[in-house]
Each structure stands twice: as structure tokens, then as C-alpha cells.
């Protein structure tokens, strides 16, 4: 993958809720619920709706750990 | 869950990296790798090792989408 | 603590401001001011309100130093 | 505070330890610790020691909450 | 600059579009559009206006690398 | 561009310095030094070397205002 983000996990949109500034999209990705907050711009110009494949793209220093 | 990060992915230690700040640990979540970069200190702190059970936290404002 | 973010503050809400999808709350933490933006989802889900005692969770990465 | 970031806390330095591109760097806030994981140019260019007063700056989307 | 951030880039305002919990904020920055997402209230306490003067900053950590 | 980040900055790598887990890579933007750190893996990776071109990404919830 050419970019500096770790992880890709790819999936495929369940929801698109859309504020002023804002948006939030749920993914489905492999039985999981992945929620992503994005700019309500990002969602238009990548075009997103229901049933759309993408992919989550997220950075090693943003995964925290818990046990 | 408890908490306002929105995302939690329940994965297993594959390794454990560790350099003088920071360590660098790699999950198994069903299958798929996950990347994750915490301080040294919290892995020693969370007595994190190879095959352990561990979940993944994720802000939603963390994922970024890409299509 | 069995996270791996390395802060956390005991606070209680003093007010809660709720947006489409996200919102901004604010913590009295010993006496100082500390304000959270976090998911609107997150705020229902912990069902947060007025006066409750809470933590504040912050990564060690999300702290800048300036003087 | 001319700055978006909503949270300041001033503080002290307790303790730094420096990696070869991180640094750590505990501070003591109103009889609390905080650690904050910064670059060791900034430990370096800020010129900061023990015992220096600083300010541990926040941005509210880095507040997480749990109860 | 007496911060840790490590990245300031200085622009001017072009636009700003207000949301209940956060605001939008175009810049200009040496000919190329830079966005900014903060809280509504770090515009109001700002007094950003379009033509103002600002510095963007932005943590080492928080630029991805693509090619 | 097909991803959620907002802002797309072109420059060249001037210099890339190496830790255990991460890495510092120092671009020219149109003249303007712009510092990310990355993990070691993704300089790896993505192959970079002093010369290359490449484009930094920066969520605009990761760019901060003042003034």
C-alpha cells in the first residue's frame, strides 16, 4: 500500500448519517461494525452510499490497546 | 462499551517490537493484520505478550475512508 | 490501567452541547475547565448527563508542550 | 489562549526520556501526572528540564470519555 | 516556536462555515487550499474572519507520506 | 482524491532520519520545510529516499489554527 497508514481493512457501507460539517459512515467490514467520522466534503467527493466497497484507512499510532 | 472511542476490534499479539518510547505490536483480527504503535510504557504497563487476547480501540474520527 | 492511552482524569460534567453527529463536553477536572468533543452516539451510549463523575482518556501522542 | 486547541494545563516537568526520534516527557499538573510523547526536536528546541514550568496543550477531539 | 508541533504554515482565511459543534476553515497557504476542521468555538474565540492572517499547525505525527 | 483526508501537500523528501519503530522525514513544500513522523516500516515500505517526490496527507481535523 502506498501510503504511510499501517492498516486497510476493507469494507462495505452500511450508513451514511450526514451533519453540517461532519458525516458519519458505518462499515461492515467482515461481520464487524466499523464507525468512521469524516468530513460531510469527503463523503460527497468520494461519492459514498449504501452497499459501496471501501476501504478504512488507519494510522498505527491510533490504534490503542486494551485487555 | 464504556468508552466514547466507537470502535473495538478483539484481536490476538502476533508480535511485540519494542524501541526506546515506543513499541510497535501486531494483532491477528480475524485474519486480518492490525498495526497498532503505543508508548513502551503501556505495553509493559498492559504485560502485553505474544498470543495474548487483546482488544484494538479506535476513534472514529481515526478511520479515514478511501475508495 | 488496562489501556494504553497513558492519561486519565477524573472530571465531572458540567455541560453537554449536542450536535448532528458529534458533541462537546465539558469537564471540571480539580478545578480546571477540560473540554471533550466526542461522538453524539458516544455521549447517548455512556448516557452522560450533568454532574456525573466520568474519566477523561487522553494518549500520550495528544499531548503538546509549549512555553 | 490564541490558539484552536481547547485544553491547556500548566505543569512541570518531572522526568524526560529521550529516544532517538521521541521523547517522553512527564509532567506534574496540579499533583496529577500527565506524559506526553512528543519529537526530541521539540524537547530539544523548547530546551526543556526538569523542574521547568510548562503547558501540556489538548485538542478537544483528543479527549476521549469513559465511565 | 515555543510549541512542540513541529508544523506551522502561514495562510489566510478564505472561508468558514460554522456547524453547531465544529467549524470549517479554508485557507490559503502559499496558493494552495488548506482545510481545517476545529471546534466552533475555537473560530468565535479566534475572531477568524475571511482575510485574517493565521498559522496552521500541525503535529509531526499527524502528516502521512504518499507516493 | 479518492480519500477522506482533505489536504494534499506535493513536496520533495529532504532528508529521512531513522528510530527502532519510527522514522522522521523532512519534505520541502514550495520552499517550506513540512516534518512528518512515520513508522520505520512504512520509510521502508514505501521506499523513500532523499530526492523523492511524494505527497503529504493531513486529516483537517489534524490541522490546528492561531493566531
Same mark, same amino acid.
Given at each position: =500500500?502506498? #501510503?504511510?497508514?499501517?492498516?486497510?481493512?476493507?469494507?462495505? !457501507? =452500511? &450508513? #451514511?448519517?450526514?451533519g453540517m460539517i461532519t %458525516?458519519? !459512515?458505518?462499515? *461492515? @467490514?467482515?461481520?464487524?461494525?466499523?464507525?468512521? #467520522? $469524516? &468530513?460531510k *466534503?469527503? @463523503? /460527497?467527493?468520494?461519492?459514498?452510499?449504501?452497499? *459501496?466497497? $471501501? *476501504? %478504512?484507512? #488507519?494510522? %498505527?499510532? &491510533? $490504534?490503542?490497546? =486494551? /485487555?
Amino acid at each position: =500500500m502506498p #501510503i504511510s497508514a499501517r492498516n486497510k481493512l476493507t469494507g462495505k !457501507v =452500511m &450508513s #451514511i448519517e450526514t451533519g453540517m460539517i461532519t %458525516a458519519k !459512515v458505518q462499515l *461492515d @467490514v467482515g461481520g464487524q461494525k466499523l464507525t468512521s #467520522i $469524516v &468530513s460531510k *466534503d469527503a @463523503v /460527497n467527493e468520494l461519492g459514498l452510499k449504501e452497499g *459501496d466497497s $471501501v *476501504d %478504512a484507512l #488507519i494510522k %498505527a499510532t &491510533s $490504534v490503542m490497546l =486494551m /485487555n
